[in-house]
């Protein structure tokens, strides 16, 4: 069973940094590619960034490109997202996703999700 626990959320000022992680159980982590999404209430989830399998390729979204990073430790099973340079427009729940494969690049389908951490960027 596909279990993916987001963590490091919380409450930033802007212009700070949060580094989020996502323990991966239950499926071989290292076979899929792994994404980040976010989603702010009333909103549809919109891709942040995504890593291949073996993080030959990444992919950002336009608005995080140059601030955010995408990394993955495929013996430690954890996905990681390090956000700097946070604006109140980050602000929203980020996921952790699980592409259904790992080899058509960039991954357009998931099954799996996580529950979600909540990033606020305010003053």
């Known amino acids: 069973q596909v279990q993916l626990v987001e963590s490091g959320g919380g409450l930033v000022q802007p212009g700070g940094s949060l580094r989020l992680s996502c323990a991966a159980s239950g499926f071989t982590f290292r076979a899929y590619s792994m994404s980040w999404y976010r989603q702010v209430p009333g909103q549809g989830r919109e891709l942040v960034a995504a890593?291949?399998?073996?993080?030959?390729?990444?992919r950002y979204a336009d608005f995080v490109r140059g601030r955010f990073t995408i990394s993955r430790d495929n013996e430690k099973n954890t996905l990681r997202l390090q956000m700097n340079s946070l604006r109140p427009e980050d602000t929203a729940v980020y996921f952790c996703a699980k592409s259904t494969d790992g080899e058509n690049w960039p991954p357009n389908a998931y099954d799996g999700w996580g529950q979600g951490t909540q990033v606020t960027v305010s003053s």
């Open positions: 890593v291949s399998p073996r993080s030959f390729h990444t």
